[in-house]
Nanobody, 134 residues
Framework: QAQLVESGGGLVQPGGSLRLSCATS????????IGWFRQAPGKEREGVSC????????GYGDSARGRFTTFRAPELDTVYLQMNDLKSEDTAVYYC???????????????????????????WGQGIQVTVSS
């Protein structure tokens, strides 16, 4: 059974950093892209980042670019989201999600996943709260 479990959230002051982890099991991570998404109260879900180690690609949403980095620990089935220079508007529930790589669609996997997760996500994590406040 596929599972994604987020950890590392919490309360941080503006300008601070957090590293979220997404531990995966029950599927072959190399065959999937992993996306991070977030949803703040009263707002739509937003794509934050995407990673495919098999395709050697990453992608970022506009709000994350330049401040957040996604990566996978070598030999581990865990994907991380390093968040730096956090702002109050980064407060949200963060979710990781897995999207199976599809033959012929690899070139646009990150843009597809971040723009339309409802069409591409196979598995979701349960979400974790990140609060940025002084």
């Amino acid at each position: 059974q596929a599972q994604l479990v987020e950890s590392g959230g919490g309360l941080v002051q503006p300008g601070g950093s957090l590293r979220l982890s997404c531990a995966t099991s029950g599927f072959t991570l190399n065959n999937y892209a992993i996306g991070w998404f977030r949803q703040a109260p009263g707002k739509e879900r937003e794509g934050v980042s995407c990673l495919s180690t098999k395709l050697h690609v990453t992608g970022y949403g506009d709000s994350a670019r330049g401040r957040f980095t996604t990566f996978r620990a070598p030999e581990l089935d865990t994907v991380y989201l390093q968040m730096n220079d956090l702002k109050s508007e980064d407060t949200a529930v963060y979710y990781c999600a897995a999207s199976r790589l599809q033959v012929g669609l690899e070139a646009d996997i990150c843009s597809d996943l971040l723009d339309a997760p409802e069409n591409f996500v196979d598995y979701w994590g349960q979400g974790i709260q990140v609060t940025v406040s002084s």
